[in-house]
């Protein structure tokens, strides 16, 4: 399947991932930028691998989402034979914020 970002959830993963180089280090940043490109890989594979996330499944459209690490999570759905990343959330804010982002 093909996988594609929306561009907030783009910018996020790239704010998190400026974010942990600037404070852990280019080893780290290197780490976790490889945990999230296995995920992708994994996610392209079995596109229902992620359960449905409780926070949007008041939704018309069936969110997903995995974790990558004990921090963020990937949240998705599934179109047709797209799989596309509408947000890449830090699970350590308001989950009605983060929510609401995705509404």
């Given at each position: 399947m093909k996988l594609k970002w929306y561009p907030g959830a783009q910018e996020a993963l790239q704010n998190t991932a400026r974010y942990i180089q600037i404070h852990f280090g280019?080893?780290?940043?290197?780490?976790?930028?490889?945990?999230?490109?296995?995920?992708?890989?994994?996610?392209r594979q079995h596109p229902n691998i992620g359960p449905i996330e409780p926070l949007l499944a008041d939704l018309p459209k069936t969110y997903r989402s995995i974790v990558i690490n004990s921090l963020n999570k990937?949240?998705?759905?599934i179109e047709e034979?797209?799989?596309?990343?509408?947000?890449?959330?830090d699970v350590r804010r308001d989950p009605n914020i983060l929510a609401n982002q995705v509404k």
């Open positions: 280019n080893r780290s940043c290197k780490e976790f930028l490889r945990e999230v490109v296995r995920t992708e890989k994994l996610l990937l949240v998705y759905r034979d797209v799989i596309i990343v509408v947000d890449f959330w």
